[in-house]
T-cell receptor, first 111, second 114 residues
Framework: QKEVEQDPGPLSVPEGAIVSLNCTYSNSAFQYFMWYRQYSRKGPELLMYTYSSGNKEDGRFTAQVDKSSKYISLFIRDSQPSDSATYLCAMSGGRDDKIIFGKGTRLHILP | DTGVSQDPRHKITKRGQNVTFRCDPISEHNRLYWYRQTLGQGPEFLTYFQNEAQLEKSRLLSDRFSAERPKGSFSTLEIQRTEQGDSAMYLC????????????FGEGSWLTVV
């Protein structure tokens, strides 16, 4: 079993819809959770960063962490065609630990 | 632009040749990371530096790979005797020690081995 599991998609949703992306993980030591957005042939861009369980909101983006279920989610409200990209979840155990990435989910927002 | 800079952006090389990639981190960041990413996969950790010290290396980093950060500023990643399986995007990232795992990536260096 991989440490971080993420459905590769692709996921296609109409413009304006709420998008739900998620990852599961197996290592209970993970405490730091991140979401990155990656456009084609570009480097990943940090979107959200959370510590431990709970929710964090930033504009149209909300990150949720449920450590009891080892499950994290990213919600995108009022999705736009410009949100079409690959979304990578990432996590680490400590501030000095290496970061482990999921495979990424390809998201298409249909105009 | 004060982001992470990588050079070259694209490199096509023949099998068996050596290639070198350079990374310039964000100027105040003292941690520098190298990751590798292939199509349909997430970035895989290769190695990281704190200042000039190489603190961790993945077992993915075979003897043909070497990374340096001689003065704690820019870093180089060299691949000797390239193989077709080395074809990938090589990503550099940097962070400050205090923010630990909030890392910022460059645009990547694409390597194609023919």
């Amino acid at each position: 079993q991989k440490e971080v599991e993420q459905d590769p998609g692709p996921l296609s949703v109409p413009e304006g819809a709420i998008v739900s992306l998620n990852c599961t993980y197996s290592n209970s030591a993970f405490q730091y959770f991140m979401w990155y957005r990656q456009y084609s042939r570009k480097g990943p861009e940090l979107l959200m960063y959370t510590y431990s369980s709970g929710n964090k909101e930033d504009g149209r983006f909300t990150a949720q962490v449920d450590k009891s279920s080892k499950y994290i989610s990213l919600f995108i409200r009022d999705s736009q065609p410009s949100d079409s990209a690959t979304y990578l979840c990432a996590m680490s155990g400590g501030r000095d630990d290496k970061i482990i990435f999921g495979k990424g989910t390809r998201l298409h927002i249909l105009p | 632009d004060t982001g992470v800079s990588q050079d070259p952006r694209h490199k096509i090389t023949k099998r068996g040749q050596n290639v070198t990639f350079r990374c310039d981190p964000i100027s105040e960041h003292n941690r520098l990371y190298w990751y590798r990413q292939t199509l349909g996969q997430g970035p895989e950790f290769l190695t990281y530096f704190q200042n000039e010290a190489q603190l961790e290396k993945s077992r993915l980093l075979s003897d043909r790979f070497s990374a340096e950060r001689p003065k704690g500023s820019f870093s180089t990643l060299e691949i000797q005797r390239t193989e077709q399986g080395d074809s990938a995007m090589y990503l550099c990232a940097s962070s400050e020690v205090v923010s630990g795992n909030t890392i910022y990536f460059g645009e990547g260096s694409w390597l194609t081995v023919v």
